[in-house]
T-cell receptor
Framework: GAVVSQHPSRVICKSGTSVKIECRSL??????MFWYRQFPKKSLMLMAT?????????EQGVEKDKFLINHASLTLSTLTVTSAHPEDSSFYIC????????????FGQGTRLTVV | GDSVTQMEGPVTLSEEACLTI???????????LFWYVQYPGEGLQLLLK?????DKGSNKGFEATYRKETTSFHLEKGSVQVSDSAVYFC????????????FGSGTRLLVRP
């Protein structure tokens, strides 16, 4: 299957700082990328859908000014957690798709964010 | 809205034991159903899927049947191996693909030699 690389796999940051997470499709062009978040013992929750070259579409309840998503190229999307707080500590996972609604999406390894 | 409920883990089994991980869903339409597996340190991988009622998805000895009458998609394997130890996620999509997924909370499986 296609390979999606997410970096970093783990990050610890101080409260008030910003953290950037990268999601790269290594062997295909990803028109659409998705960002998910997982709380302990809870489901992976879709945060936003990003299409290359346009603004991301955020799910209800997700603060777009808090979680900045940039999808500037067909192989890279970034999620920046701004002014991080301990409650932002979570597991973040991206997936990437060729873009049409009947194509599969492939997942990155996830990023464990801890805010202290 | 749509949702997926799966049994809480961890599930601990001895090698060659039978496995069932329960998954039920609620959806307004006719979703596609998926099982994903996440091995330690790796991303989620599609294990199997079914796109319509009574379809059976299968892969690597795992099976799941799309049961519309019970809104279920239970994952089964007749004889587990140590290498099956992982976290398993049930998910649904209103599309025919994994384009946009609603996940269950995941079930950790630990298989002991």
């Amino acid at each position: 299957g296609a390979v999606v690389s997410q970096h970093p796999s783990r990050v610890i940051c101080k409260s008030g700082t910003s953290v950037k997470i990268e999601c790269r499709s290594l062997d295909f062009q990803a028109t659409t990328m998705f960002w998910y978040r997982q709380f302990p013992k809870k489901s992976l929750m879709l945060m936003a859908t990003s299409n290359e070259g346009s603004k991301a579409t955020y799910e209800q309840g997700v603060e777009k000014d808090k979680f900045l998503i940039n999808h500037a190229s067909l192989t890279l999307s970034t999620l920046t957690v701004t002014s991080a707080h301990p409650e932002d500590s979570s597991f973040y996972i991206c997936s990437a798709s060729l873009g049409t609604m009947n194509t599969e999406a492939f997942f990155g390894q996830g990023t464990r964010l801890t805010v202290v | 809205g749509d949702s997926v409920t799966q049994m809480e883990g961890p599930v601990t089994l001895s090698e060659e034991a039978c496995l069932t991980i329960n998954c039920t869903y609620t959806a307004t339409g006719y979703p596609s159903l998926f099982w994903y597996v996440q091995y330690p340190g790796e991303g989620l991988q599609l294990l199997l899927k079914a796109t319509k009622a009574d379809d059976k998805g299968s892969n690597k000895g795992f099976e799941a049947t799309y049961r519309k009458e019970t809104t279920s998609f239970h994952l089964e394997k007749g004889s587990v191996q140590v290498s099956d130890s992982a976290v398993y996620f049930c998910a649904l999509s209103e599309m025919d693909s994994s384009y946009k997924l609603i996940f269950g909370s995941g079930t950790r499986l630990l298989v002991r030699p």
